[in-house]
């Protein structure tokens, strides 16, 4: 029984991921024909950053619906997308990066390839993980609302230049699958390309870059890692402090110092990694009973 917990608690994740990505995925007529899904579940938005133009989405990125509203001369805001990012963010913060992105299990799967040394982090790390704020504020905000067209409308600036999911998961399944959309290929496809190389690359030597540096997404769950239901805190009881949920944690956060990062994606590594299981987890009422009840011990 113990040995099956410990597969349980070593697979678990990886085994969600890979439902998720499936589930959120799983028109399989469109990578059949080369379409995009239709239906009515694409007017619902799916946590992670799954790309509304993947044959196989059964539902929208919340990044790419909310530039598409706020890009849209009909429309002046997302209230829809942006409440589902508030709800999702209040609730898990940025558990969904490590339990239900599918672009952050690529790229975990990427890194798990064993032929080059990895890296815990780059230099400059402190600063590049600002980026993806940046990213937010000027590529998904600003540019869509501001750098309209003739007739008023705004392009999807991340969706459209920058996201390196949108290439993997359509732009090339699209491309392959589609003839009309190949013959169309130019120098905007062949730059996302560069992009997503460079992403897959950086893969390889360090966990999760582009969740790291660039994502968006992870930029506005992060914002709530610290006031989220899900979320950490350390029995200061237990804790001694030896760094090992540290050398446990693939983004080199020091847990026991901060337990809600923004960085955290709640993979639950040093967690399972703590000696003395001074890193609770759960519910914000949960994780308070379970504290009282280990200090009552």
């Given at each position: 029984m113990g040995k099956l917990r410990g597969w349980i608690g070593r697979h678990l994740r990886g085994c969600v991921q890979f439902m998720a990505t499936a589930l959120g995925n799983g028109y399989a007529a469109g990578f059949l024909h080369g379409s995009i899904y239709r239906g009515d579940t694409k007017a619902l938005c799916l946590p992670g950053l799954?790309?509304?133009s993947c044959p196989g989405?059964?539902?929208?990125?919340?990044?790419?619906?909310?530039?598409?509203?706020?890009?849209?001369?009909?429309?002046?805001?997302?209230?829809y997308v942006a409440g589902f990012l508030i709800f999702v963010g209040a609730l898990a913060g940025r558990f969904v990066c490590g339990w239900l992105c599918p672009f952050g299990w690529i790229q975990e799967l990427l890194y798990k390839?064993?032929?080059?040394?990895?890296?815990?982090?780059?230099?400059?790390?402190?600063?590049?993980c600002r980026i993806k704020y940046g990213v937010l504020l000027i590529f998904v905000i600003l540019l869509p609302m501001t750098v309209l067209d003739l007739v008023g409308q705004g392009s999807p600036w991340f969706c459209k230049y920058i996201c390196p999911?949108?290439?993997?998961?359509?732009?090339?399944?699209?491309?392959?699958?589609?003839?009309?959309?190949?013959?169309?290929?130019?120098?905007?496809?062949?730059?996302?390309?560069?992009i997503?190389?460079?992403v897959a690359l950086l893969s390889l030597l360090v966990y999760r870059p582009f969740c790291r540096y660039l994502c968006p997404l992870g930029a506005v769950y992060g914002l709530f890692?610290?006031?989220?239901?899900?979320?950490?805190?350390?029995?200061?009881?237990?804790?001694?402090?030896?760094?090992?949920?540290q050398k446990a944690c693939k983004l080199d956060i020091p847990v026991?110092?901060?337990?809600?990062?923004?960085?955290?994606?709640?993979?639950?590594?040093?967690?399972?990694?703590?000696?003395?299981?001074?890193?609770?987890?759960?519910?914000?009422?949960?994780?308070?009973?379970?504290?009282?009840?280990?200090?009552?011990?």
């Open positions: 799954n790309c509304y989405a059964l539902g929208a990125c919340p990044i790419g619906a909310f530039q598409a509203v706020i890009g849209n001369r009909n429309y002046h805001f997302a209230f390839i064993p032929f080059v040394k990895k890296l815990r982090r780059l230099p400059g790390e402190k600063w590049l999911s949108g290439t993997l998961m359509a732009g090339f399944p699209l491309a392959v699958l589609n003839p009309s959309i190949r013959a169309g290929m130019g120098g905007l496809f062949l730059w996302k390309t560069a997503l190389v460079v890692n610290p006031v989220a239901v899900y979320r950490y805190r350390i029995d200061e009881h237990r804790c001694t402090k030896c760094g090992l949920c026991y110092l901060k337990p809600n990062s923004m960085e955290c994606i709640r993979c639950g590594e040093c967690k399972r990694a703590c000696p003395q299981e001074a890193i609770l987890c759960g519910k914000r009422k949960d994780v308070s009973k379970k504290e009282r009840k280990i200090i009552n011990v």
